[in-house]
Every structure is written in C-alpha cells, then in structure tokens.
C-alpha cells in the first residue's frame, strides 16, 4: 500500500508559522496530486491547498495570502507553509494524495493520519 506521513505540526500563538510536510512512499508510479485538508469535529474536511504534478495550485479563501503549498517531486513531499495564523485554524491538518500505484490502472485518493495545529489567542 501506499502511506502518507505527516508531520510539523504544534502548537502557536495566533500570528505564528508552521510548516507541514508530508511524505509518500510505497509502489506509486505517478502522483497526480497532492494537498492538505483540515477538519474540525462535527464539521466536514475542507480543502485547504491543493497542487497538481503540473505545479498548479489553489488555496481555500481564507489562507490565500498566507499559506503556500510546495513540492519535491523526488521526495514525492508536499509542504505547506502556514504563516499569520489565526485561532480558526485550528484544526486536525490531513494530508491528501491523488496517486497511481504501479501496475494501476487508475489513481486513488490516499489519506495520511493527520496532524493536530492548534493556534491559541
């Protein structure tokens, strides 16, 4: 199987930085693309950042500005970078992976365990 791994995670007071980063590793053949998720309970995981192996990015409205998704195709790692950030995002961060595994046919949608940012007051 393939697995995702997380880390960087922590806690900050509010206009503080984190970085995540996420590793993937197992049989892929090709990473279509990569992003972060976070959750809060009794909500749904929203889209926080995403980018495609075309480099192509996009950021949910409220950390445009202020988070920046990167990668290092040979490390198959995807960043994010998280400055100013605010009490509301507090969340558990998951990270997400659009991956072809060697002999697949089609990419399937892969989920690390997730790391908890808590941002205080």
């Known amino acids: 199987q393939v697995q995702l791994v997380e880390s960087g995670g922590g806690l900050v007071q509010a206009g503080g930085s984190l970085r995540l980063s996420c590793a993937a590793s197992?049989?892929?053949?090709?990473?279509?693309?990569m992003g972060w998720y976070r959750q809060v309970p009794g909500k749904q995981r929203e889209l926080v950042a995403a980018?495609?192996?075309?480099?192509?990015?996009n950021y949910a409205d409220s950390v445009k500005g202020r988070f920046t998704i990167s990668r290092d195709g040979a490390k198959n790692t995807v960043y994010l970078q998280m400055n100013s950030l605010k009490p509301e995002d507090t969340a558990v961060y998951y990270c997400?992976?659009?991956?072809?595994?060697?002999?697949?046919?089609?990419?399937?949608?892969?989920w690390g365990q997730g790391t908890q940012v808590t941002v205080s007051s």
């Open positions: 197992g049989t892929i053949f090709s990473i279509n693309a």
């Open positions: 980018i495609t192996s075309g480099g192509s990015t």
């Open positions: 997400n992976a659009d991956i072809v595994r060697y002999g697949g046919f089609r990419p399937n949608r892969y």
